[in-house]
């Protein structure tokens, strides 16, 4: 039997933003499995199923930068614990430092990236002195360096809390279609998709949210054979909403992504597909 401490629920509160109840007695009822109770909370609706279930606190910034050619890309996370020392010049220095040094390296991990130098000291020794200035913890959270034999489009939001960056097929977009691609970027970072496509959906992951929607619609009244005509239609609506290919175009919510891929195709006189894209939030769980 797992203790269920007040550390666990406080954890789980945070990932759902159900009561501390709900959430001490969904862990009893998952025996501490933290995504079991998470599964248990939504299909009682005591959860929000959105993406601030993945959220935890933490202040700082993100950078990304990509080559000319769109064949590299890196993307970091730099936390510190007060939202001052994130608007703080040296604090912005030393996180343009980390994304310069990535991505004129070959770093692939937060030791690779302290480890490296640049024209006035290591990342290490810019590091102590940023920790020597401030008296938080302060430092690297995650970061990845992505090649394509495509091509690959980075997007910083305002505030340098969300970075983007998309992968696609094509070998040697046009202008216009570099715009357009970019344009599929910014789509990543105002509709934060779970997937490029349904094709990747696990068949274990549409089962949890089967039964997921069809005991929610039990709990509404609905008897088990309708409930299962409901699921079966909200199953469609999350491959809508979390398939970025599905999704409504936010700047033309005539058009999908699908129907943007066909303008690109065009213009590019090929094929053009998603390959991956990463998106990074400020704070959230990994």
Do not use: W
Request: aromatic fraction near 6%; include cysteine.
């Amino acid at each position: 039997m797992v203790q269920i401490t007040p550390q666990l629920v406080k954890d789980l509160r945070e990932k759902t933003g159900a009561g501390m109840g709900d959430c001490k007695q969904a862990l009893v009822d998952a025996d501490g499995d933290m995504q079991a109770a998470i599964e248990i909370l939504r299909k009682k609706g005591a959860a929000s199923a959105s993406k601030r279930a993945e959220r935890v606190a933490k202040e700082g910034a993100v950078a990304v930068k990509t080559s000319p050619d769109g064949k590299t890309a890196v993307i970091v996370e730099v936390n510190c614990e007060t939202d001052f020392v994130a608007k703080n010049s040296e604090f912005q220095k030393y996180v343009n430092s980390i994304i310069e040094a990535l991505y004129n390296s070959n770093a692939t991990t937060i030791d690779e990236l302290m480890a490296l130098s640049n024209e006035q000291d290591t990342i290490l020794g810019i590091h102590n002195e940023i920790l020597a200035k401030f008296g938080e913890k302060i430092g690297p959270r995650r970061l990845e360096r992505i090649s394509t034999a495509g091509y690959m489009t980075d997007y910083l939001h305002a505030g340098s809390r969300l970075a983007v960056i998309v992968e696609v097929s094509a070998s040697n977009p046009t202008d216009k279609a570099k715009v357009m691609i970019r344009d599929i970027a910014m789509q990543v970072a105002a509709m934060n998709p779970m997937f490029v496509d349904r094709s990747i959906v696990t068949d274990e992951h549409i089962r949890k949210e089967i039964e997921i929607y069809k005991e929610q619609a039990i709990a509404e009244g609905k008897k088990p054979e309708i409930a299962e005509r409901i699921a079966q239609g909200r199953l469609e609506k999350f491959f809508q909403e979390q398939c970025l290919t599905e999704q409504a175009f936010v700047k033309d919510s005539s058009k999908t992504i699908k129907d943007v891929l066909k303008d690109i195709s065009q213009e590019c006189g090929e094929e053009v597909k998603i390959l991956s894209f990463r998106r990074y939030f400020l704070g959230e769980s990994e």
